[in-house]
């Protein structure tokens, strides 16, 4: 797999008796976060994401469920399954999307930019093209 595609391992837990607490430590990151969102309701089974982006980097975070990751440098596939309290970087030109094994995962993205549209790269043929080139 690609260098720039990092994995963000297992977050910290803090197991007591009355609950888990799970800090994410932004200092952490190779990025700021401008943005914030999560996904849930997704039916078992189902694929979301499947695209790239120019500039944005993204920690995904698997809040609860399982979720496979599948990414794509435009040479080499790789899939991580993330269980609940694991994550996974997604780096700039980048192409993935995530499976949601059990219809109720939760999966929760910190993002190192704003929404903007014009950095999605929605379509596999064009991105396979800008890959070769840039390396």
């Not at 595609?5 to 952490?28: A, R």
């Not at 700021?32 to 695209?51: I, S």
């Not at 996974?88 to 939760?106: A, H, L, N, P, R």
């Not at 379509?123 to 070769?132: G, Q, S, Y």
Request: aromatic fraction near 10%; charge should be negative; hydrophobic fraction near 35%.
């Amino acid at each position: 797999m690609s260098k720039s595609v990092k994995l963000g391992g297992c977050l910290k837990q803090f197991v007591e008796d009355n609950g888990i607490l799970v800090p994410i430590d932004f200092s952490e990151l190779t990025f700021v976060p401008r943005r914030v969102f999560y996904v849930t309701g997704v039916p078992a089974g189902d694929e979301r994401g499947q695209h790239a982006h120019y500039e944005t980097q993204q920690l995904l975070i698997c809040l609860q469920g399982k979720i496979s990751v599948h990414l794509y440098d435009g040479y080499k596939t790789e899939t991580i399954v993330m269980g609940q309290h694991e994550s996974v970087f997604v780096d700039k030109m980048i192409w993935d999307s995530q499976t949601y094994e059990t219809g109720e995962d939760i999966m929760l993205s910190l993002c190192s930019t704003e929404h903007d549209k014009e950095d999605y790269i929605e379509d596999i043929d064009e991105f396979e093209k800008l890959v070769k080139e840039i390396t």
